[in-house]
């Protein structure tokens, strides 16, 4: 079938379904423009700590600035975009899994991992159900008609999954933090999950009426049925509009349960940050890590690590076993979709490291990493 002549399912910005045909993108600067300029901001950091070396009165910094990029360089990079094109991309060579939809919702021993698309993993861990920075909609764009547009669609549909006990939302950025997702899992059957983020983003999901809600800064831990949960840091920056920037915190989390952890870094480049992470926590079980959106580097690098960069974070927090996430679904930056399939395996390579220390999983496939005692 011609792809543009296909349609996929989506939840729109209310939580339900609509046909999603084809748009142009070249409309994606200027309409997004338009509608985040009706968005306002605050300039006053509620949450601001001075005893805190990553607070400001008007927001947050990254523990290691010298490993920041040079602001300046969108519009460069917007320019070379425009006039050299991008590379072809292959979304069909990313692998699928069947979905074992029957046995997730009847889990509650195991702990596993599933990759549903980009950065959305279930985990099992303690008896909860936990996803991570949940996206389920078509765009990720703060309007439903432009923006972003999936490559591949989730694995799995929000009605495919058990009921939700934790959301960990790592950032603000529209791939990791979507409305019309979060609305959807506040109204699921049996009540709405605990929403775990960090500092300001308690007051975007107050404006919406979301609750309940944790907000933590790093190094905050709050415990659920006996699983620790703790926002570490990561190198990143938050923004929904162009008046926003670092108004609101960015971080990874831990999850840890019975002698078992698991790490999902959120969004990062990279920095010394890691190295302590691992030395605090003495290492991780397992860990999922960004290994797309990094394109061109000399833009991307202090935000967006590269798969050999990503290996280096596996090294340093110390994790057994580490996923490949934030690729295959958003053409966010100038690599395909596609790339790490090729990427990851020369990094670990080049690297002296194992192939099953860092891998990649189909989407749908789950991976149960502790069978239950």
């Known amino acids: 079938m011609n792809r543009r002549a296909r349609k996929q399912r989506w939840p729109h910005r209310a939580g339900c379904c609509v046909d999603a045909p084809a748009r142009s993108p070249r409309l994606l600067a200027l309409l997004c423009l338009a509608a985040l300029g009706l968005a306002g901001c605050a300039s006053v950091n509620l949450h601001h700590d001075p005893g805190r070396a990553h607070h400001r009165p008007d927001g947050f910094v990254n523990l290691h600035p010298g490993h920041d990029r040079a602001d300046g360089g969108f519009w460069s990079w917007q320019w070379q975009r425009w006039t050299r094109g991008l590379a072809p991309q292959d979304p069909e060579r990313i692998p699928r899994a069947r979905p074992q939809v029957e046995y997730l919702q009847a889990n509650r021993k195991d702990i596993t991992v599933t990759w549903i ?51 960990l939302i790592s950032h603000n950025h529209y791939d990791h933090l979507d409305r019309a997702t979060v609305h959807a899992l506040h109204r699921q059957a049996g009540g709405p999950p605990l929403f775990l983020v960090p500092l300001g983003i308690d007051h975007w999901m107050q404006d919406e009426g979301i609750a309940p809600v944790r907000a933590l800064d790093w190094w905050d831990s709050h415990r659920v049925n006996e699983v620790d949960l703790t926002l570490v840091p990561a190198h990143h920056w938050s923004s929904r509009t162009p008046w926003d920037r670092n108004r609101s915190l960015w971080g990874g989390f831990v999850a840890a349960h019975d002698g078992f952890s698991m790490y999902h870094s959120g969004d990062t480049g990279y920095s010394p940050v890691f190295r302590t992470i691992g030395e605090r926590f003495g290492g991780f079980d397992f860990a999922q890590l960004p290994v797309g959106c990094y394109e061109p580097r000399w833009f991307m690098k202090g935000h967006h690590v ?59 496939e789950t991976r149960v990493l502790r069978q239950g005692r």
């Open 306 to 364: 590269n798969e050999a960069e990503a290996v280096q974070i596996h090294r340093d927090v110390r994790s057994r076993l580490s996923l490949g996430v934030h690729w295959g679904a958003f053409r966010l930056c100038d690599e395909p979709v596609d790339a790490p399939l090729d990427g990851l395996p020369r990094a670990l390579e080049t690297m002296n490291e194992s192939p099953s220390a860092l891998v990649l999983f189909g989407l749908g």
């Open 117 to 167: 698309g980009h950065a959305t993993t279930l985990w099992q861990i303690g008896g909860l159900n936990i996803l991570t920075d949940p996206h389920f909609s078509e765009r990720a764009s703060p309007v439903g008609f432009a923006g972003p547009r999936r490559a591949t669609p989730p694995a799995l549909s929000l009605a495919d999954l058990p009921r939700i006990d934790l959301v």
